[in-house]
């Protein structure tokens, strides 16, 4: 079975790809298309805790009955963003590295720890 532990990105990103030649949906994937239902599928996911506090989307998120499709909702966000980066050649762990980097030097940890202020404001 996979699980995080186990499966790369790359194995998902192929899968990804796999399903979507398989049905010929490669024309539609433009990244103006994918781009926008990357963000359709994150308003979904948004919906499920829409209008509740902090500790009580904690709680939605552990809920037993909601959990399914909220997982389902959060796979179509990643699916979304991995199909982009297959669709663009995007190398999606280079990506993340250097964002991480860029990340690293707008929030350094002695001003940032504990604070939820934008770089901008530390």
Not at 68 to 74: D, F, N, V
Request: a negative charge; zero cysteines; proline letters at 4%.
């Amino acid at each position: 079975m996979p699980n995080d532990n186990v499966t790369t990105i790359a194995e998902l990103k192929s899968r990804i790809l796999a399903f979507a030649r398989e049905r010929d949906w490669e024309q539609f994937h433009a990244p103006k298309n994918l781009s926008m239902a990357l963000a359709a599928e994150a308003g979904e996911l948004m919906e499920h805790f829409l209008w509740v506090t902090p500790d009580a989307s904690r709680a939605i998120a552990h809920d037993a009955g909601k959990r399914p499709g909220i997982a389902e909702e959060l796979a179509d966000v990643v699916i979304y963003a991995l199909e982009f980066a297959n669709a663009t050649g995007i190398d999606l762990s280079s990506a993340i590295d250097a964002k991480m980097a860029a990340n690293a030097k707008k929030y350094p940890v002695e001003k940032s720890r504990g604070r939820a202020d934008k770089y901008t404001e530390l």
